[in-house]
């Protein structure tokens, strides 16, 4: 009798083991699964940014850039808040080409699409100030592309404001 118990539980215990033992593979298997596809899209984002990288600044060296950073926004007077139609918004003459420019519509609003590297933007209207406004980012050459919102203000000739 004692026999038949103990055979029993071990032939109950060795299924148990091999069931454990399966399961276990299983769960290694999947984990060794999801770290291998987490390294093999870490290395594949990691080769496309640097790729970007060298694709730009290999097209801001041979002197083919494409303007891919939107800088948008509205031009108004610094003391009525008011809208400056028809406003000249261009990257900063002082810098280095190519240069892009824009003009700003009716309502004072302007799109300015130019190269994503920082630098200075010029705004200027007939009877007021001109104004430099640094736009762009450090990371440009990791992320190329971006928008940008800018609400200049500029000073009027006969005003008293002190400049900034």
Known sequence: MWRGLWRRYRQDRES?????????????????????ALL????FFAFWWAGSAVRFSAARAGDRSL???????????????QP?????VEDDPAGP????????????????I????????RVSAPGYHPVSVEI?????LWMPRGNEKKNIDLRPLHSQIPPK
Do not use: C, K
């Open 16 to 36: 148990q083991e091999q069931t454990e033992s399966g399961e276990l593979w299983i769960r290694s298997g999947l984990r060794l699964a999801i770290v291998f």
């Open 40 to 43: 093999f899209g870490g290395v």
């Open 67 to 81: 303007p891919t950073w939107r800088v948008s926004g509205t031009v108004r007077d610094a003391l009525t808040r």
């Open 84 to 88: 400056i139609p028809w406003a000249l």
């Open 97 to 112: 080409p190519p240069f892009f420019r824009a003009d700003a519509g009716y309502r004072g609003d302007f799109l300015l």
């Open 114 to 121: 130019t190269l994503a590297e920082p630098h200075r933007i």
């Open 136 to 140: 762009g980012r450090a990371w440009f």
